[in-house]
């Protein structure tokens, strides 16, 4: 594994980590979540 | 328009639409197809073109699909005929859109073939192995894997009940009783549901196997190159040459456009079933996000590496010009065989993360023709689900039937499950960004947006992605048409095979027709000539 290896490896996997720890961080702390159909309250 | 059963179907969650439309991007090849294509295109070099394409080519097509799908169904309609319809302005978008239905619905039939084999080998890891012996020679290894696999899926000669596959056929019996179950309890209970555990389920199992294979250090200290580091270079090592070559961009676009399932149906399905209000971007960058997880983050650390430790620079030539199935169910059981007694342990989490990474996108193949059948006929979801299993279980029939050398499902691969969804996503995004146009489709997936599409990507919606798609489809049609025409012109199979596909076209068509004259009479705005009644 040469030193251009692993720059590739670690920013490829930050960015695919980042991105998705970042997009359900901002999905589970927005306000607003879809209100649940009546079929799932009704059981 | 929809049955009004149907019209009371919604997602439950936000979670739960994003993990089921990941679960429908995730599949085989984020774990067999990538780290091969990586690999062979330059290592860690290909992730330039490849990002470039998720950021230019996936993820702006897969907004536009969110948005037409949320869109027309604030009209009323769930089918990607009916939605093109309104986006294209148009009968010529509608009966275009017939390839919405027909690519999830003719996929299924070898989908969930494919699909049985994985279960097949985590039930034989199970209880014991597939008969692959570590003591011999490399090539007898290879060998027993090979005779197990063409045993189990049929290889050897046509005929369900001859060649070994009855045991094959019972999978598939379970595979597809599974999978019509699911999506006969509807999108909430059946496929969100599913997915809201089996997505976490097929992480946890990515994870174990990584972690053994990252642990695995040089099991034979006499071949000492030959280790896990050395593995992770193989995969990941640059060759910049190769970015001067137009055939590494086009794999790399191929490969995102395969692996975010955009151009399949499916999103644009899903997401009629969202509301006015509804978040579409963030959704559909957090699902294409996940994917790159399950693909980047597992695919490309999990397979190539541990093939390697085992077998070595020479053998892995071999393994990866095997492509996806010859390195998933010919190298890596051979792999498993190596790992002495906790081989079959990880040999059978391996096949049952791909058999979750499968149904996940096998239950979202369904839905798309389920929601037409209802739309088109006026039918029960019971009624559409009867027409749906007797077309899937023909299909499916005829795949498992003529199965000597895979040529019968390979050729609905090639003209469906790779030719038409070019067509299909360069129809979407035409009909996005030029017909309805892209500032307008824009404040529509605005709409209820909790993370706004940043504004230049009006101007790469609009020019690049279709230049783009257009250069990407021209260079693949120059590449395979030629060969695939001639392979079709000489093999009554393949001949057989496309004569499926257009008779599944015809019936597409004619419910199109009958499914305009529905929707017309109902006062429905199938030419999208007004804005939603919400």
């Known amino acids: 594994m040469t030193p251009l290896g692993w720059v590739f490896l670690v920013c490829s996997l930050g960015f695919v980590w980042g991105l998705m720890i970042w997009s359900f961080h901002r999905v589970l702390t927005a306000p607003g979540e879809i209100e649940k159909p009546p079929d799932m309250l009704g059981g | ?327 998933g169910f010919n190298t890596l059981p051979v792999v498993f065989a190596h790992m002495g007694v906790f081989g079959n342990f990880i040999g059978a989490v391996w096949f049952f993360m791909l058999f979750l990474a499968a149904i996940t996108s096998s239950i979202s193949m369904y839905q798309p023709s389920l929601a037409f059948f209802q739309e088109a006929l006026g039918w029960s979801r019971k009624h559409a689900t009867t027409l749906m299993v007797a077309i899937c279980v023909g299909g499916s029939f005829l795949v498992m039937y003529y199965s000597k050398g895979g040529i019968f499902w390979s050729t609905i691969d090639d003209w469906v499950g790779t030719f038409l969804i070019f067509v299909l996503a360069m129809v979407q995004i035409i009909c996005f960004s030029w017909v309805f146009g892209v500032k307008r489709g824009i404040e529509e997936a605005h709409l209820g947006a909790q993370l706004h599409i940043p504004h230049f990507y009006r101007f790469i919606m609009k020019y690049v992605t279709p230049t783009y798609l257009l250069v990407v489809f021209v260079a693949f049609c120059w590449q395979n048409l030629p060969s695939w025409l001639k392979s079709v012109a000489d093999e009554p199979l393949r001949q057989g095979a496309v004569g499926l596909i257009l008779a599944v076209i015809v019936m597409l068509v004619v419910m199109v027709r009958v499914g305009e004259r529905r929707w017309r009479a109902a006062g429905l705005d199938l030419d999208g000539t007004r804005p939603p009644d919400d």
């Open chain 2, 1 to 327: 328009m929809s049955s009004s059963s149907d019209h009371q179907q919604q997602w439950g969650t936000r979670v739960g639409v994003i993990l089921a439309v990941a679960g429908s991007a995730v599949g085989l090849g984020n774990f067999l197809r990538f780290p091969g294509q990586a690999a062979a295109n330059g290592g860690g070099a290909f992730m330039i073109p490849y990002f470039c394409a998720l950021l230019f080519l996936g993820i702006p097509i897969g907004w536009a699909e969110w948005t037409m799908g949320k869109y027309g169904g604030r009209k009323g309609f769930r089918s990607a005929p009916a939605i093109l319809g309104v986006f294209g302005k148009g009968a010529v978008a509608r009966y275009l859109g017939v390839l919405g239905v027909l690519v999830p619905l003719a996929v299924s039939f070898y989908y969930t073939y494919i699909e049985a084999w994985c279960l097949g080998y985590f039930w034989h890891y199970l209880t014991g192995g597939i008969g692959v012996d570590a003591a011999a020679p490399i090539a007898e290894q290879t060998t027993s894997a090979a005779q197990f696999y063409s045993e189990l899926t049929g290889r050897a000669e046509n005929g369900i009940m001859t060649g070994g596959t009855f045991e094959t056929f019972i999978f598939w019996v379970i595979t597809f009783g599974v999978n019509i179950w699911l999506v006969f309890r509807g999108i909430s209970k059946g496929i969100e549901k599913f997915c809201s555990w089996a997505m976490p389920a097929m992480a946890v199992c990515a994870l174990i196997v990584l972690g053994r294979v990252l642990t695995l250090g040089t099991p034979d200290p006499a071949f000492p190159e030959q280790n896990v580091i050395n593995g992770l270079g193989y995969m990941w090592n640059p060759n910049f040459e190769a970015l001067a070559n137009p055939q590494t961009w086009l794999a790399a676009a191929g490969q995102i456009f395969f692996t975010l399932s955009v151009g399949f149906g499916v999103i644009i399905n899903y997401a009629a079933y969202l509301r006015k209000n509804d978040d579409v971007v963030l959704s559909g960058l957090t699902a294409s996000a996940t994917n790159e997880v399950f693909e980047v983050g597992f695919g490309g650390l999990i397979t190539l590496t541990a093939a390697f430790v085992f077998l070595g620079t020479t053998n892995m030539i071999v393994a990866v010009q095997g492509g996806t199935f010859g390195l």
